[in-house]
T-cell receptor, first 114, second 117 residues
Framework: SQQGEEDPQALSIQEGENATMNCSYK?????LQWYRQNSGRGLVHLILIRSNEREKHSGRLRVTLDTSKKSSSLLITASRAADTASYFC??????????????FGKGTKLSVIP | EAGVAQSPRYKIIEKRQSVAFWCNPISGHATLYWYQQILGQGPKLLIQFQNNGVVDDSQLPKDRFSAERLKGVDSTLKIQPAKLEDSAVYLC???????????????FGPGTRLTVL
């Protein structure tokens, strides 16, 4: 089952604008990760935020995590055409089968118009 | 550093045929994962190996899917017999995690796009 649910499903912005994507989940997590997928480079890890962290930055990316609301957001500042891709949040949680599992949402499709 | 390698990149088969996918993880990564990604959805974990042992295969349809990781390096995923609903991209990933935690990122291969007719 897919735990993370991204919102919106699709987002279209002009180059230079900021893009914000949200992710909600249902169970307790160890950490939350964001991945990007495009046809050229496959699925690529962007950033990981642990359950005891509230905010993290990496270049033009800013991720927040609110464990009380079971939600996270990914902000991409000063977007570029090359940011056009699908963005997935993935929650790491104990699977009950002896390990932690990464569960992906359905993704947000971002289009950045030059 | 070489990435995760997968082959073939594309495969078209008829239903009820069998198919196999191969994955070579990043050197030194103990944990290997196979995911299934249906069009419009996120990847779904099928099986997780640590070295050559299975950590989690709870979501693997074992009546038709099988996977192995001999010698704790390369891995193969097989479908026999294939059904129409198996059409998807099959992604292999590896990480330096121990298998008991997911503190680190997973590195994904380019995937194999399977079409079942």
């Amino acid at each position: 089952s897919q735990q993370g649910e991204e919102d919106p499903q699709a987002l279209s912005i002009q180059e230079g604008e900021n893009a914000t994507m949200n992710c909600s989940y249902k169970t307790s997590i160890n950490n939350l990760q964001w991945y990007r997928q495009n046809s050229g480079r496959g699925l690529v890890h962007l950033i990981l935020i642990r359950s005891n962290e509230r905010e993290k930055h990496s270049g033009r990316l800013r991720v927040t995590l609110d464990t009380s609301k079971k939600s996270s957001s990914l902000l991409i500042t000063a977007s570029r055409a090359a940011d056009t891709a699908s963005y997935f949040c993935a929650t790491a949680a104990y699977s009950g089968a002896g390990s932690y599992q990464l569960t992906f949402g359905k993704g947000t499709k971002l289009s950045v118009i030059p | 550093e070489a990435g995760v390698a997968q082959s073939p990149r594309y495969k078209i088969i008829e239903k009820r045929q069998s198919v196999a996918f191969w994955c070579n993880p990043i050197s030194g990564h103990a944990t290997l994962y196979w995911y299934q990604q249906i069009l419009g959805q996120g990847p779904k974990l099928l099986i997780q190996f640590q070295n050559n042992g299975v950590v989690d295969d709870s979501q693997l349809p074992k009546d038709r899917f099988s996977a192995e990781r001999l010698k704790g390096v390369d891995s193969t995923l097989k479908i026999q017999p294939a059904k129409l609903e198996d059409s998807a991209v099959y992604l292999c990933a590896s990480s330096s995690d121990s298998g008991l935690d997911t503190y680190n990122e997973q590195f994904f291969g380019p995937g194999t796009r399977l079409t079942v007719l």
